[in-house]
């Protein structure tokens, strides 16, 4: 259903293109770099507008997931996304992009995960962004992670309404996919 490519995540172009990487399924794709089957486009619900901008390419790949198409990591083909990630941290949007980023991620326990699963998922997520931020002094990110909270609970009506949940079986089957591969560096 859709190739995602290679992503090399920089202001400058990589010293070397070379990989030895082979192609493999995946369980979601980059936003950034990828090339869809417009069948396979057609085929699954548009993305929820109340998202806004955040893990829109999970959602689709749980839908795609659901209907048994595939996501195929293609490594020969390389994509110099030009943006510089370490200095993102200092720009003035950081708190909301990680207000958006979290509550997406919660949004999608909430629409495809197993009931059974959402608690620990929930308690792992908040209990890592505590430890990461807010135990190291960042005051702003508790304020972040209160208002991605209050965000949730504004939105289970529509999380609820819009569920697709996997079993528990199906679960475990898209669990032993490999995970999205978000950024490549050059070989040294």
Known sequence: AVMSFRIFWSLDVPKTQYTNEEPYNMKSFAGVANVWRMDAWNSIPNYPEWFIFYREEDFAAFQLFKKGREIHYLPKVLVNHRVDIKSRKKEK????????????????????????????????????????????????????????????????????????????????????????????????
């Open 93 to 188: 949007d950081y708190q909301l992009r990680l207000r958006r980023s979290l509550r997406s991620g919660w949004y999608l326990y909430f629409l495809f995960y197993p009931w059974q699963l959402i608690p620990r998922k929930l308690a792992y997520t908040l209990w890592i962004q505590l430890k990461t931020k807010v135990f190291k002094g960042d005051v702003e990110a508790l304020i972040t992670i209160l208002q991605a909270i209050y965000d949730v609970l504004m939105n289970i009506p529509r999380l609820l309404k819009n569920s697709n949940r996997l079993t528990l079986q199906k679960f475990e089957e898209y669990s032993k996919l490999p995970n999205v591969k978000l950024y490549w560096e050059p070989e040294r």
